[in-house]
């Protein structure tokens, strides 16, 4: 077959001219049927294309001059027999539809036996047929669905690459006569019958911006109706992906469709369809971005709204809410989860007294923190922390019209988060955040460090910080609200909490139980009351303090020579403070104040690391006759006079009742005597120790 110039006649329309090579090329690709008519130029007779030499390998016609007469030349265009129907192949039985459903059922079984394990251990029917319900058909049958519509793709352009589609299906002709209504925009471009560049440039366009139309309206729709309901939220963001998908297969198909005619027609006339292979390609790219981003957002965001929605959200910790002080004083424990502000506001509504709220928690839903906030805004509530409050907590405590938090209270920052979020959204939510905590007079330099904290980490202001920052209003000392921070516990949790913070309770109750019960009890008793802390205290002190002291005497040497120098400096720490304070502390005459709060913590250390000591040590010891202690009398007695103290100073010390403009000299006399005791070899010192605390009567 020479190189020359060919014409190709499909019913009264001539195409060409077209090359040798094109003439093959199309002989190859199906769209020149053997029958059909082709005219060479230099010869200007219309012939049977299998008559051409070369063009029909096998051909039993395969020359001009074979015995087979080319066809006459005809002067009036003759339409001719239509070629057989091309024959489209069988898209394989639905074969990677199949494939596709079924591996998707597998990897969302999967994927729930690895996230389901070990996060809860609810057995509640209704936790169990949420799961069923909502986890199974939110994700699983999701990637079931995904991964069919993938392989019905895949099974469809299969077959379309099998077809012999080109010249027998005339892109022509069927330009000329568009089927279904010329309005209908979705059918039409979904049968592929507008052009390449309408479809691709425009369609697409319009889908996307169709696409964020519809999302956004989802969204608000959802968010105005609900006002944070995880239901919502996983309804919505079912039926945004839902959207996004049904748009991006019309999409796709119908761009797909165009390019295929658009090659047929290319093609028909020997030339290339590069815009077509363009278009394909960039549309595979397009769904491959849509599927990664899925992976890395909608679906952590669909697992995390079912859970939310259905299984209770199972990773934050139960709340509990509880009156305290008379019904005026209220306390939110626990995660915060949905429906914590609906119970609130019920048991607001109940206890219209209620001014303080209480709050220990490691945070939880923003969504739900915000609904919490505008309560406590609304009632002008006091907010107090005695334990901790962290992450989405400290947006609740900052709507307090007053703030509180105990000395050794922790506040927690970070910028908020959410499994799958996208850039756009964690801004907003920061923005929201950030305007709260401007409201409630957060300085801005402030409020930029803890929303700028990752959320990985936690950033807890020191007390200082806080204060400069107004976001607490005063510091407690535990006297002005009700004893919390504890939790809704029981009695024998409260002693696990309690002896955990305090080793001394533990060591009472490894070797002293009843007297342990009895210290508990009475704690337990102030606490469920909703006394104040330093109520609480005081009533386990009662307790407690005359334990101690029957111990005191029966301790080691060691342990009552450490005692004696423990004394001489609170006395002196207190006294530098207020003489008063000194007197009630060393006289015993006030056993129910806390001075701890008044003493140097490193003071406070030592005194309980020596009260340890009393209670591991204490046992049996034979009394120190009087005779022995004389000596031991008279040595201390010429110390302290070398020091200064007169006589009149030392009998304050056996005053029943001291005034209060002696107060200095008792107090000054108190830190002598047991410095003078603290410096004498130890057994001296032990002997002297036990003779006076046995004869203040173990006080």
Not at 19 to 29: C, M, T, V, Y
Not at 654 to 678: Q, R
């Amino acid at each position: 077959m020479q190189d020359e110039t060919w014409h190709i006649r499909v019913g009264e329309k001539q195409i060409g001219p077209a090359q040798s090579n094109d003439l093959i090329r199309l002989a190859k690709r199906g769209l020149l049927a053997p029958d059909m008519q082709v005219r060479c130029s230099t010869d200007n007779r219309w012939m049977r294309a299998d008559a051409v030499p070369g063009l029909f390998p096998g051909s039993c016609q395969s020359s001009r001059n074979s015995i087979v007469p080319p066809l006459p030349t005809i002067d009036a265009p003759q339409p001719i027999a239509a070629s057989p129907s091309p024959k489209k192949v069988s898209p394989t039985k639905w074969r990677w539809a199949k494939i596709g459903g079924v591996s998707g059922l597998i990897l969302g079984v999967v994927y729930i036996l690895l996230v389901r394990q070990g996060k809860t251990g609810e057995t509640d029917i209704d936790v169990v047929i949420g799961y069923i319900t909502g986890f199974f058909a939110g994700i699983t049958l999701s990637g079931t669905f995904l991964g069919f519509i993938a392989g019905v793709l895949r099974d469809y352009f299969s077959s379309r690459s099998l077809v012999e589609p080109a010249l027998a299906e005339r892109p022509v002709e069927r330009q000329q006569t568009p089927q279904g209504n010329k309005w209908n925009v979705i059918s039409k471009h979904w049968g592929g019958l507008y052009p390449l560049w309408f479809s691709y440039w425009v369609i697409n366009s319009v889908g996307g911006v169709f696409t964020v139309v519809i999302a956004t309206l989802i969204s608000i729709l959802f968010e105005r109706k609900s006002d944070y309901d995880p239901l919502a939220i996983f309804t919505a963001l079912i039926s945004i992906w839902v959207c996004i998908l049904a748009v991006v297969i019309w999409q796709v198909v119908g761009v797909w469709r165009s390019a295929n005619s658009y090659a047929a027609r290319r093609l028909s006339i020997g030339q290339k369809a590069r815009w077509a292979a363009i278009a394909k390609v960039a549309m595979s790219l397009g769904v491959v971005q849509l599927v990664a981003t899925f992976l890395s957002s909608g679906l952590p965001e669909l697992s995390e709204a079912t859970r939310m929605a259905f299984m209770g959200d199972p990773d934050l910790p139960a709340y509990s809410l509880r009156i305290m002080r008379n019904g005026t004083e209220a306390e939110i424990t626990g995660g915060i989860k949905y429906g914590l502000a609906d119970d609130f506001s019920k048991l607001l509504k109940a206890s219209q007294q209620i001014r303080v709220l209480h709050l220990n928690s490691i945070g939880g839903r923003i969504g739900e923190a915000e609904k919490l906030y505008n309560l406590v805004r609304e009632r002008g509530l006091i907010t107090y922390v005695h334990s901790q409050c962290l992450s989405a907590c400290t947006i609740v405590f900052a709507g307090g019209k007053e703030r509180y938090i105990a000395k050794d209270a922790v506040l927690g920052f970070h910028e908020p988060a959410f499994p799958g979020i996208s850039q756009v959204e964690l801004q907003s939510s920061v923005a929201e955040q950030t305007q709260i905590f401007r409201d409630a007079g957060f300085s801005a330099n402030f409020v930029l460090r803890a929303l700028k904290t990752p959320n990985s980490e936690m950033w807890k202001p020191k007390l200082a910080e806080l204060v400069a920052a107004n976001v607490i209003t005063r510091v407690s000392a535990g006297t002005q609200f009700a004893a919390s921070g504890l939790g809704d516990v029981t009695k024998e949790n409260l002693g696990h909490k309690l002896t955990n913070a305090i080793p001394l309770l533990a060591e009472i109750r490894e070797r002293l139980p009843q007297d342990y019960d009895a210290i508990l009890d009475a704690f337990y008793k102030s606490y469920l009351a909703g006394d104040t802390e330093a109520d609480a205290v005081a009533a386990a002190r009662t307790k407690f303090l005359p334990l101690l002291n029957s111990l005191k005497p029966l301790a080691d040497d060691d342990v009552l020579s450490d005692l004696a120098r423990v004394y001489a400096d609170e006395y002196q720490a207190l006294g530098s403070k207020s003489s008063r304070f000194c007197y009630l502390y060393a006289s015993g005459a006030d056993t129910t104040q806390n001075f701890a709060a008044e003493l140097p913590d490193t003071l406070t250390k030592r005194e309980m690391e020596l009260n340890e000591r009393v209670v591991h040590t204490a046992a049996r010891r034979t009394p120190v006759a009087a005779a022995a202690l004389k000596p031991i009398w008279e040595k201390v007695s010429d110390l302290m006079s070398i020091q200064g103290i007169t006589d009149s100073q030392v009998n304050l010390l056996n005053a029943d009742n001291v005034p209060p403009s002696k107060y200095d000299d008792y107090c000054f006399a108190s830190v002598s005597l047991f410095n003078v005791i603290g410096s004498l070899p130890q057994k001296d010192s032990a002997a002297i120790m036990r003779a006076i605390l046995t004869a203040n009567g173990n006080d």
